[in-house]
């Protein structure tokens, strides 16, 4: 009878092991969860040192665990931020963190005094002129520029804010478009969150027709 209490005893004791949460990442051998703070400490330490914003996928490879499970954890990081001058947000289906909105004022005053690095009026212009009416020729934006863009496009390119998107079907040119990480620094989920510039455009025709001067 003892022996059939101890073997049950065992059993009760092991069982919750087989179900436990294993957060073992393959890669480095060490379980997240033997950490202080666990996975979801283990989430805010990546997280606060990436440059784009990363899919749950990818970080539930890094952690060995499954993508339900991070994006429980990032669903909790983020109401946890309430209150304070950041937030985690997912954009263009990636969490990262930024600075909450209600900041803007003083987030613009500091990069406006010069302490990053900005893009220059042209880039911005070209930029815009991408970003809403893309996909697009490089030839279609010089046209509507006036202006040679060739430098601005590589510039453009190199800093990922802008990338190919094949071949127009009746020129063959390149066609450009903007990039997930251009939303990202925007804050916006989707191209078509973007600010509605129609009034202050010329209209479609009009820029249709500029294609063939170029």
């Known amino acids: 009878m003892s022996t059939q209490a101890s073997t049950g005893a065992r059993a009760s004791t092991s069982a919750p092991a087989s179900t436990a949460r294993s957060a073992a990442s393959p890669d480095t051998g060490v379980d997240v969860e033997e950490l202080p703070g666990g996975l979801r400490a283990g989430l805010e330490a990546v997280l606060m040192v990436v440059d ?126 903007t990039t997930s990480y251009f939303l990202e620094r925007l804050g916006l989920g989707s191209i078509s969150e973007l600010p509605k510039l129609s009034p202050h455009l010329p209209g479609v025709d009009e820029l249709d027709g500029l294609d063939g001067e170029f």
């Open 52 to 177: 784009e914003a990363v899919p749950a996928a990818q970080l539930a490879r890094v952690f060995g665990v499954s993508a339900a499970e991070v994006e429980t954890e990032l669903e909790a990081i983020a109401e946890a931020t309430e209150g304070h001058g950041y937030e985690l947000r997912e954009i263009g289906g990636g969490w990262r963190y930024y600075s909450r909105r209600d900041f803007a004022p003083f987030v613009s005053r500091f990069v406006v005094d010069g302490q990053t690095a900005r893009l220059t009026q042209a880039a911005l212009e070209t930029l815009a002129v991408v970003a809403y009416r893309q996909p697009v020729t490089r030839g279609r934006i010089a046209a509507i520029r006036g202006v040679n863009v060739d430098s601005v496009m590589r510039t453009l390119t190199l800093r990922g804010l802008v990338e190919e998107a094949g071949t127009d079907p009746t020129s063959g040119a390149l066609l450009y478009r």
